[in-house]
């Protein structure tokens, strides 16, 4: 297995004896994120956790950290209970907890919900997989660079308490298999184990934990602006490059090599597979919910290719149904430009080289609008564009579009788009100064 540069995996985590379950819990970092919460100590008994502190009010309230695992739902009342978390002082600890614990060495990821989102592309890896590595990769300081070898390493285990057998896998398969590729050394450990835990008459106490839960991550205030589990994230400060790491990692382990871009998207390495023209991808949606009418996918592909015949870009137009894991990654790892209809495909932006000339362009039906790829692509480092029609928005940092707005064409099959704006955009963004 190749790895790519900057991304540690852990090394042989043991369970042992540790000494007091009077030992307090701590905050890493000094601050909690809302729904990504990152523990030092975090004590387990019977499938209730336990943060031990002698003071509560450097915490924040348990509803910013965890919530009752059950499927979201309208007026569906989530608030944790005792059962999910409770804070004790160390003077009660040995009472409660027992005198001793059995540590979990290393760092372990907890994602606390029910398999409703889980399994899917997006939600795994655009919001849990990103959301946590922003959070834990913000310990080594905003300082970190795309090659950096001090990066933090990822997990040693990922629990999910509330899934069962195959719930967290998305059906194209593109959780698991990004997930064996990036991590070989991350067990995902599902409800089978959580509940070997919750039978031993023990306490464990977690060397370091990140409770992750999207309901308590939708407290956060920009989460009533943006509607996305991310959003607590996005006041995290973070080098723009944190991503690299796992991004080189998983584009290497994948497909074999990394490709190198220069300032004009142009490949320059590995000799094998250099090019002459910046690659323009258009995953096209033709056949599923949201997708371009016929004429309009037509008259887009022919405006992209009339690029291409002029010499300023190689377009691919993919259908990533139809491709192998491998292919999608090379594709990805070979772009500069990403255009799609709003759905689950923009999410290969994770994979797409970072660059000043690097944009997601992002089509929605005319009025409508939510963040998802535009907060994967601010991540990121990418450009984005909304695209209405005849109408394109950008938004410098910062700034963003107020709101969500949802018409009821949002995922229609008939919906337009003036390719020579599209066309426009992309001559601009390959061709302007640096």
């Known amino acids: 297995m190749l790895w790519g540069e900057g991304l540690h995996t852990a090394a042989n985590s043991r369970i042992h004896f540790s000494a007091s379950t009077s030992i307090e819990t701590t905050i890493p970092g000094g601050e909690l994120v809302y729904g990504f919460g990152l523990l030092d100590r975090l004590y387990l008994r019977k499938g209730t956790f336990y943060i031990v502190t002698s003071t509560p009010s450097a915490f924040p309230q348990r509803e910013h950290i965890i919530a009752r695992p059950l499927d979201m739902g309208p007026d569906r009342d989530l608030s944790p209970t005792d059962k999910e978390l409770q804070f004790i002082d160390p003077s009660e600890a040995a009472t409660i907890l027992g005198e001793q614990a059995l540590t979990v060495e290393g760092f372990t990821l907890i994602a606390y919900d029910t398999e409703q989102f889980m399994h899917h592309f997006y939600h795994w890896w655009g919001e849990i997989i990103l959301g946590a590595w922003r959070v834990y990769s913000a310990l080594t300081g905003p300082s970190l660079s795309a090659r950096d070898t001090t990066a933090p390493s990822f997990a040693s285990r990922i629990l999910l308490p509330h899934v069962f057998g195959q719930e967290w896998r998305d059906i194209p398969g593109l959780n698991a298999g990004l997930m064996r590729a990036t991590f070989p050394s991350t067990s995902i450990e599902n409800a089978d184990q959580w509940d ?30 943006w509607h996305k589990m991310i959003s607590s994230t996005m006041a995290v400060n973070v080098s723009n490059t944190f991503w690299e790491p796992i991004r080189r990692t998983t584009v290497q382990n994948t497909i074999g090599y990394l ?56 377009v691919y137009v993919a259908q ?23 759905g689950n ?23 409508g609008y939510v963040h998802d790829y535009a907060i994967l692509a601010r991540n990121l480092s990418h450009k984005h564009y909304a695209v209405w029609n005849d109408t394109l928005q950008t938004f ?26 599209i066309a426009d955009l992309i001559r601009q963004r390959l061709s302007e100064p640096l």
């Open 259 to 314: 490709p190198r871009l220069d300032s004009r998207g142009v490949i320059v390495s590995p000799p094998t597979v250099v090019s002459e023209m910046p690659f323009v991808t258009y995953i096209a949606r033709q056949g599923s919910s949201r997708s371009l009418t016929d004429a309009y996918h037509q008259d887009l592909v022919r405006a992209l290719k009339e690029l291409e015949w002029s010499g300023l870009c190689q």
């Open 345 to 367: 495909g923009l999410t290969h932006q994770l994979f797409m080289p970072p660059s000043p000339r690097s944009t997601v362009v992002e089509i929605f039906a005319p009025k």
């Open 320 to 342: 990533m149904e139809k491709m192998s894991l491998t292919q999608q990654l090379e594709i990805m790892a070979r772009s500069t430009i990403l255009i799609g209809v709003h």
């Open 196 to 225: 070997d835990l919750a039978v031993l008459d023990n306490t464990f106490v977690f060397e370091r934990a990140m409770i992750v839960c999207r309901v308590a991550a939708q407290t956060h205030g920009l989460s009533k602006s």
């Open 396 to 421: 410098p940092d910062g700034e963003w579009y107020e709101g969500v707005k949802y018409p009821s064409d949002f995922h229609s099959q008939s919906l337009p788009v003036y390719a020579p704006v």
